[in-house]
């Protein structure tokens, strides 16, 4: 018997078949964890790249140059000045801006090919992995209400502070991919046994975040 929805395919009844489908997920969720976040990272990268950043590199979760850190202070204490004469203010929201604008079309890109193509485990996955980092910048949106300052914090953050927009514009496009997104690929797990597939692609996707971060990431990406 099949689920009815285009490319997920049989729905499996026996254990054994259970036991399949949820490791598939697993397996396939753990696996979409890298280009996940790697393909955020290469947007911030390629505007630095193209600007010719001195020292842009790309690393295994972030993309940075040597003065990243002399920059983010010289943000934070509100000295834009300073932080200009280390690299151009229209640079870096650029930069900022393009790791989101990476981030939404992959998430598009997992909703058309699952639609269109087929509904794989990996990219239901890396659909809701790559939204979820909108949760982040959601958390710290709400931070103010119970007194709390972070200096810290998301793109969305660094965007808000370069260019006085406030937070909460910031954060839109990303709730409406969240909402939108998590609603379109929800009909891709499997009808009969969509909890199992849910658990399982959870703990796939922290697997291979604690994989990609633990160790295969600083060895590939320092």
Do not use: Q
């Amino acid at each position: 018997m099949t689920t009815g929805v285009p490319g997920v395919g049989v729905t499996p009844h026996g254990p054994s078949s259970r036991k399949r489908m949820a490791l598939r997920w697993w397996l396939w969720s753990a696996v979409s964890v890298p280009p996940a976040i790697l393909l955020h990272e290469l947007g911030h990268f390629a505007v630095m790249w193209g600007m010719n950043v001195p020292g842009a590199a790309l690393h295994y979760a972030s993309a940075d140059h040597p003065r990243s850190r002399e920059y983010a202070r010289a943000v934070i204490d509100g000295d834009l000045a300073a932080a200009a004469e280390i690299t151009p203010l229209w640079g870096a929201v650029l930069a900022l801006a393009m790791g989101l604008v990476a981030t939404y079309v992959v998430v598009f890109l997992c909703c058309y090919l699952s639609a269109k193509w087929k509904a794989h485990p990996a990219l239901v996955a890396m659909g809701y992995l790559s939204n979820f980092r909108i949760t982040a910048a959601l958390w710290i949106l709400v931070h103010p209400i119970f007194g709390i300052t972070v200096d810290a914090g998301c793109d969305e953050c660094w965007l808000a502070r370069l260019t006085g927009i406030p937070l909460a514009v910031w954060t839109l496009p990303g709730v409406v991919s969240l909402v939108w997104a998590g609603i379109f690929l929800w009909k891709f797990f499997p009808a009969r046994n969509r909890w199992v597939a849910v658990t399982a692609m959870v703990l796939g996707m922290a697997t291979g975040v604690a994989s990609w971060a633990g160790f295969l990431g600083p060895w590939l990406l320092p």
